[in-house]
């Protein structure tokens, strides 16, 4: 027997936290115009106890506004992507779920487009598109995915596939139809891109809608250990499912949508690192969410710094880089779950 | 067999009950039940009043063929669906009127085993048991590591606490179940099919130590079963069922009539008395009948 202790908890919390740190840094240090870890340390520093005003106004535009900035939001889209990831897992009992295999990215794209196009004036009207566009698509794929009361492995992941190429479709659509919109930034965005800041006005709320999400999702962590053995038995060893099944599906749901709405469609992280964090530290959903997100955010921050570098000056979008390494591994597990 | 028949063994109440000593833990008192596809539409299955009692160290079968209503039944003592009509009490409570979570403190459901998702320890497995008794996040404190270690060595099964629950054979499977069902601490048991996946040695072994369980922890255990010799040999007590009929209620030997047994399970049976004064129940084939 091997129950988890808080110890554990804290020393692979620990853990993650000083590896993502020690990405934070090369991300801030790769880049067009390279800076050395030294300079980086000692203005750093001088920022910390409140000089900032004697940082080089070079520095101050490409590590504090531009690169920082990127990754910060970098480290919040990683989270929010891994966690609801994560949480799909197991509100469906399934290891392929994934916000954006089961279409719920592309419906959080499709909620925000639509947003944008028929209340413009309305304040924080992206964010609430997407998390209408989620709620909605995954309602969806769930129902799609029932066969005789029972939800059904292969019948779900089909529904997602076909709802998010059907969203797609609608958005390209939407894309071509309507002219005089800058359509190189919709691609990008649709890719998955980390580029465009969120606007100052919308950051609080982003950041904390981020973290009421997580955290909401983290207080149902023992029960969501449960529900994976089943519903049934859940219910049987005292988990009031359907509250629980609520408080997930929402929170999910908002996550996927702040994350889309700010850095578009960034497809398997939410695969490819609560998968990653089960082979390192298990499956229980205790360890798991806050492993997943602090995972999540280092998969982000590493991603984006390659698709910054790899061609530079020119830029790809963080969303080929995860793709490119998630589409394999999403193969390999599907082949693995057939035998 | 008559109505009138049906109704004195379903209302033969506590006071003839022949093990008075014994404090009563389940009373089920004229329970029904209907599943209906709509609000307006016809019931598609029904469940008639069925009464019966489960006293503290009594082991009690629910039989009957496929679809005649053990699931429902079970469904009902446990809690998850209330009863259109009659009651269904433990110690004196309502079950469907139990919260969730004291429910399974009082209450250990033990299903038909479900496919895991990720790979778990069997002693995790164990301690989950544990989750209607703690707080928010469930860390394990030292009393719930204790009652799981106590829980698998009951059923004898503390050498496979550190093995992982997909390569344990079914008995060894069905063991750790019943192991989590035991670290909730329950006044009653109920178990599904418990028999199902099991050779018939596995079986035997199981029924045995429900019943020692049941003696040394005072529970009440219900078992719903199709496996007419194991609850003849087992059971203090048997609840006989067809299409949604409670048809009898009484000890093996009471119910267990060749005429009605043949007619429920629509099979040519042979029943015997065995030495203990248990009925014995064997199948006949159907060939060379005409030849004796």
Same mark, same amino acid.
């Given at each position: 027997?091997?129950?988890?202790?808080?110890?554990?908890?804290?020393?692979?919390?620990?853990?993650?936290?000083?590896?993502?740190?020690?990405?934070?840094?090369?991300?801030?240090?790769?880049?067009?115009?390279?800076?050395?870890?030294?300079?980086?340390?000692?203005?750093?520093?001088?920022?910390?106890?409140?000089?900032?005003?004697?940082?080089?106004?070079?520095?101050?535009?490409?590590?504090?506004?531009?690169?920082?900035?990127?990754? *910060?939001?970098?480290?919040?889209?990683?989270?929010?992507?891994?966690?609801?990831?994560?949480?799909?897992?197991?509100?469906?009992?399934?290891?392929?779920?994934?916000?954006?295999?089961? +279409?719920?990215?592309?419906?959080?794209?499709?909620?925000?487009?639509?947003?944008?196009?028929?209340?413009?004036? *309305?304040?924080?009207?992206?964010?609430? +598109?997407?998390?209408?566009?989620?709620?909605?698509?995954?309602?969806?794929?769930?129902?799609?995915?029932?066969?005789?009361?029972?939800?059904?492995?292969?019948?779900?992941?089909?529904? +997602?596939?076909?709802?998010?190429?059907?969203?797609?479709?609608?958005?390209?659509?939407?894309?071509?139809?309507?002219?005089?919109?800058?359509?190189?930034?919709?691609?990008?965005?649709?890719?998955?891109?980390?580029?465009?800041?969120?606007?100052?006005?919308?950051?609080?709320?982003?950041?904390?809608?981020?973290?009421?999400?997580? +955290?909401?999702?983290?207080?149902?962590?023992?029960?969501?250990?449960?529900?994976?053995?089943?519903?049934?038995?859940?219910?049987?060893?005292?988990?009031?499912?359907?509250?629980?099944?609520?408080?997930?599906?929402?929170?999910?749901?908002?996550?996927?949508?702040?994350?889309?709405?700010?850095?578009?469609?960034?497809?398997?992280?939410?695969?490819?690192?609560?998968?990653?964090?089960?082979?390192?530290?298990?499956?229980?959903?205790?360890?798991?969410?806050?492993?997943?997100?602090?995972?999540?955010?280092?998969?982000?921050?590493?991603?984006?710094?390659?698709?910054?570098?790899?061609?530079?000056?020119?830029?790809?979008?963080?969303?080929?880089?995860?793709?490119?390494?998630?589409?394999?591994?999403?193969?390999? *597990?599907?082949?693995?779950?057939?035998? | 067999?008559?109505? #009138?028949?049906?109704?004195?063994?379903?209302?033969?109440?506590?006071?003839?009950?022949?093990?008075?000593?014994?404090?009563?833990?389940?009373?089920?008192?004229?329970?029904?039940?209907?599943?209906?596809?709509?609000?307006?539409?016809?019931?598609?299955?029904?469940?008639?009043?069925?009464?019966?009692?489960?006293?503290?160290?009594?082991?009690?079968?629910?039989?009957?063929?496929?679809?005649?209503?053990?699931?429902?039944?079970?469904?009902?003592?446990?809690?998850?669906?209330?009863?259109?009509?009659?009651?269904?009490?433990?110690?004196?409570?309502?079950?469907?009127?139990?919260?969730?979570?004291?429910?399974?403190?009082?209450?250990?459901?033990?299903?038909?085993? #479900?496919?895991?998702?990720?790979?778990?320890?069997?002693? %995790?497995?164990?301690?989950?048991?544990?989750?209607?008794?703690?707080?928010?996040?469930?860390?394990?404190?030292?009393?719930?590591?204790?009652?799981?270690?106590?829980?698998?060595?009951?059923?004898?099964?503390?050498?496979?606490?550190?093995?992982?629950?997909?390569?344990?054979?079914?008995?060894?499977?069905?063991?750790?179940?019943?192991?989590?069902?035991?670290?909730?601490?329950?006044?009653?048991?109920?178990?599904?099919?418990?028999?199902?996946?099991?050779?018939?040695?596995?079986?035997?072994?199981?029924?045995?130590? !429900?019943?020692? !369980?049941?003696?040394?922890?005072?529970?009440?255990?219900?078992?719903?079963?199709?496996?007419?010799?194991?609850?003849?040999?087992?059971?203090?007590?048997?609840?006989?069922?067809?299409?949604?009929?409670?048809?009898?209620?009484?000890?093996?030997?009471?119910?267990?009539?060749? %005429?009605? !047994?043949?007619?429920?399970?629509?099979?040519?049976?042979?029943?015997?008395?065995?030495?203990?004064?248990?009925?014995?129940?064997?199948?006949?084939?159907?060939?060379?009948?005409?030849?004796?």
């Amino acid at each position: 027997m091997r129950p988890l202790t808080v110890r554990r908890l804290l020393w692979i919390c620990g853990g993650l936290a000083a590896v993502l740190l020690a990405c934070v840094v090369l991300a801030l240090k790769l880049g067009a115009v390279p800076i050395s870890v030294t300079d980086l340390v000692w203005n750093l520093g001088r920022v910390a106890i409140g000089r900032s005003d004697q940082l080089p106004t070079e520095y101050r535009l490409i590590v504090f506004d531009l690169r920082l900035p990127r990754i *910060l939001l970098g480290i919040l889209v990683g989270a929010a992507l891994s966690v609801s990831g994560a949480s799909f897992q197991a509100l469906l009992r399934n290891p392929l779920a994934d916000p954006f295999v089961l +279409g719920v990215s592309s419906g959080a794209a499709l909620g925000s487009i639509l947003a944008l196009i028929f209340a413009p004036q *309305l304040p924080f009207v992206t964010p609430l +598109g997407a998390f209408l566009g989620a709620m909605a698509t995954i309602a969806a794929v769930y129902f799609l995915g029932r066969r005789g009361g029972e939800l059904d492995s292969t019948t779900l992941l089909l529904g +997602g596939v076909i709802s998010a190429s059907f969203l797609s479709a609608i958005i390209m659509f939407l894309m071509t139809t309507l002219a005089g919109r800058d359509l190189r930034g919709m691609v990008f965005w649709l890719m998955g891109d980390l580029s465009t800041p969120v606007p100052p006005g919308l950051r609080w709320i982003f950041t904390m809608g981020l973290l009421v999400g997580i +955290g909401a999702i983290y207080s149902t962590s023992a029960d969501l250990n449960l529900l994976l053995t089943g519903e049934r038995e859940a219910i049987h060893l005292g988990v009031d499912a359907t509250r629980v099944k609520l408080v997930v599906y929402v929170s999910a749901s908002l996550l996927t949508a702040l994350a889309v709405s700010a850095s578009g469609a960034i497809g398997y992280v939410g695969l490819l690192v609560p998968h990653a964090m089960r082979l390192l530290f298990g499956s229980d959903y205790r360890v798991l969410i806050p492993a997943s997100a602090l995972g999540g955010a280092i998969a982000i921050v590493l991603a984006d710094t390659l698709a910054r570098t790899v061609v530079a000056p020119t830029e790809l979008p963080v969303g080929a880089m995860t793709a490119m390494a998630g589409a394999p591994v999403f193969i390999y *597990l599907l082949r693995r779950g057939m035998r | 067999m008559s109505a #009138s028949d049906t109704s004195t063994h379903a209302l033969g109440g506590r006071e003839t009950s022949p093990r008075g000593a014994r404090a009563e833990r389940l009373n089920v008192e004229q329970a029904s039940y209907a599943y209906s596809p709509g609000a307006d539409a016809a019931p598609t299955f029904t469940l008639t009043a069925t009464s019966f009692q489960a006293h503290e160290r009594e082991l009690v079968a629910i039989l009957g063929p496929n679809a005649s209503g053990k699931s429902t039944l079970l469904r009902l003592i446990s809690g998850t669906i209330a009863p259109l009509s009659g009651r269904v009490e433990l110690d004196g409570e309502e079950t469907s009127r139990l919260d969730v979570r004291t429910r399974a403190q009082r209450i250990a459901v033990v299903h038909q085993e #479900s496919p895991m998702v990720y790979p778990a320890l069997a002693g %995790d497995f164990v301690l989950q048991g544990r989750y209607p008794y703690g707080r928010a996040l469930r860390f394990a404190n030292k009393e719930d590591i204790g009652i799981a270690h106590n829980a698998l060595a009951q059923v004898g099964a503390d050498h496979l606490a550190g093995r992982t629950i997909g390569e344990l054979s079914g008995g060894e499977k069905q063991r750790v179940i019943l192991a989590r069902a035991l670290a909730q601490q329950p006044r009653l048991i109920l178990l599904d099919e418990p028999t199902l996946h099991l050779d018939i040695g596995a079986q035997v072994e199981l029924l045995e130590r !429900l019943r020692q !369980l049941a003696q040394e922890n005072r529970y009440a255990v219900v078992v719903v079963t199709h496996e007419l010799a194991l609850a003849a040999e087992f059971a203090d007590q048997v609840v006989l069922l067809q299409h949604g009929r409670c048809l009898r209620v009484g000890t093996p030997a009471a119910v267990y009539q060749r %005429d009605l !047994l043949e007619q429920v399970f629509e099979a040519p049976l042979d029943v015997e008395v065995g030495p203990a004064g248990r009925p014995r129940v064997n199948v006949r084939a159907r060939r060379g009948e005409d030849a004796t």
